[in-house]
Each structure stands twice: as structure tokens, then as C-alpha cells.
């Protein structure tokens, strides 16, 4: 009897170990496990490391030709951090936000319903006139884009889309330059913008157009239209702002809403930038592209000028 009730005691004093030790066996032998499950479990050494090799793409101009993981859109959101993190001595301070996937065509590309957001840094916009090279970027781009100012951080308080022009003091003609980064082989979808900045490279800015009370209390920044034409003045693209989530508002909105959902607010003097208005294009070198922009407030018309060398 006392012999059992030993075999019995040393059974309740091992058995937790024997269970512990035992599931790394049973992990080992899994070699079919999925690569997204391990990434929940070893984040800041995997994370890392894709931040790491977009970093490299990035700075270096190659293209990523392979990415084997199936991340999620919180795993996108560490490595995009961690990838802007890396470009803070290369490419400036962090001087707003650029919102992408606004534009019902686009989203359909991406195969998602849901903008994204990026994070726009200082070196990356470029007066009109400049001449860029043609090669930018691993896969460089040009589009339409529309940009706003913030003028007060009560935008943050606010309740709906047109609560937020009340804290906005600027309009900004802006051709945006991104850079795709993946190989043409990968599928591309949102959660892989995401971890790419939303391909922010550099953008060409216009003049600031200020917002007076008359388009406050009357928004009119729905009926923009921006029509992009080459050197020889032939049209190439055209599109309206109202594309813009039906409203840039709905995108200025969409915005404070994604950054209050990651614990972060907006400030006085952050850029937004609101989305493609006009198709993505390919650049050429030796084009000239002009951007017209009309409907702007207190201006008939307004445009923006880049050369690809």
C-alpha cells in the first residue's frame, strides 16, 4: 500500500514536467505549421527582419523579390514603424500622414474595402519645377494626389467628417511620387502596402492654397478636378477629388481615426495627404508631367510641375 502511494506521489510531482517537455516533440514534428502562427509568437525577431530587408530595398533601390510571410495587419503596422524608424536619418522627420487605398479603383487592385495609412517625413516633398531621376524608385510612379494642412489639434475632437474643416488652414496641390518597392511576381495586398509606408518615395508640392470662411462653411473640396498632362500638353490622366471616399473630409476624418485607434493624435502643421485622384502611372525618363488643378478655393486654377531626367 505505502509502495502505491509513492508511485502515486512522484506521478503528481513529474507529470507537469513530462507534459512540458513533450510539446516541442510534438512542434518539431509539424513541418507543415503555418508561418503566420509562428509570427504572433516570435514577433520583434521575425518583424525585424522584414523591416530590415525592406529597409535595404528601399534605400538601395532593389526590389523585393520574394517575402515568404503572411502577416497580419498588426504585424504590417510594427513593421512599417519599425521601417520608418530605419529611414529617419534618410529621409527627415516625420511631417504628417499619407492615407492610400481612398480611391474605390485602387482598393479593387489591393483586393481590400479599407484605406491604409503611412507616414509622410520631410526630405520626401520637393518644390514644383524640380527634376527628379526617372529611377527614383524600385518601382517609381506618379499620381494626382490632394493635400491639407492642420491648423489646430482640437481636429481631434471632432465628431464627423465636416467638423473636421473647422481645424484645417490650407489646400495643397501635391503629385505624388511613390515606389511600389515589391516585384511584379508578388501578389500585392493591403497588409503589404501597410508594411511598405504605403509606398511613400517623394511627392512634388504646390502652392499652399489657404482656406477662408467661405470654404469653410461651404465645402468645396469635393469638386476638384486634376488633369495631368505630358510636355506636348496632351492629357494623360484626369480624375475628380469626390473619388476621395466621396469626400476628402471622409479621408481627413478617416485618418484621425486610425491614428486615435493606434494611440496617436494629430498636430498643428501635420501634412495629410488624401489619395490617388488620378490613375498610377508609370514614369519615362525626358517627360515632363503638369498637374492642373481646378476648383480650388480662391484660385481659377493651379499646377504642379516634375521632370524625369
Known sequence: MKKIQLLFLLAIIFFPFVEVTAQPKNIDNKSNINLSILLTNLPSITLENIAKKITNSYINKRLIKELNYNFTSEEAQIIQEKFISNLSSYQGELIGYKAGLTNKKTQDIFKTNQPVLGTLLENMLLPSGIKVPANFGCIPRIEGDLMVRVSSEKINEAKTP??????????????????????????????????????????VVGD???????????????????????????????????SLLGDPLNVVFWIKEKLESQGKMLKKGDLLSLGSITPLLPVETGKTILAEYEGLPKTEKETVIVTFE
Open 162 to 203: 465636416e467638423e473636421t474643416l473647422k481645424y484645417l488652414d490650407a489646400i495643397i496641390p501635391f503629385l505624388e511620387l511613390p515606389d511600389l518597392v515589391y516585384d511584379k511576381n508578388i501578389q500585392l495586398n493591403g497588409k503589404m502596402l501597410i508594411a511598405i509606408n504605403v509606398g511613400a518615395r517623394l511627392g
Open 208 to 242: 499652399v492654397i489657404p482656406l477662408n470662411k467661405k470654404t469653410i462653411q461651404n465645402n468645396s473640396l469635393k469638386n476638384i478636378v486634376v488633369t495631368l498632362k505630358d510636355e506636348s500638353g496632351k492629357i494623360i490622366a484626369q480624375g475628380n477629388s469626390n
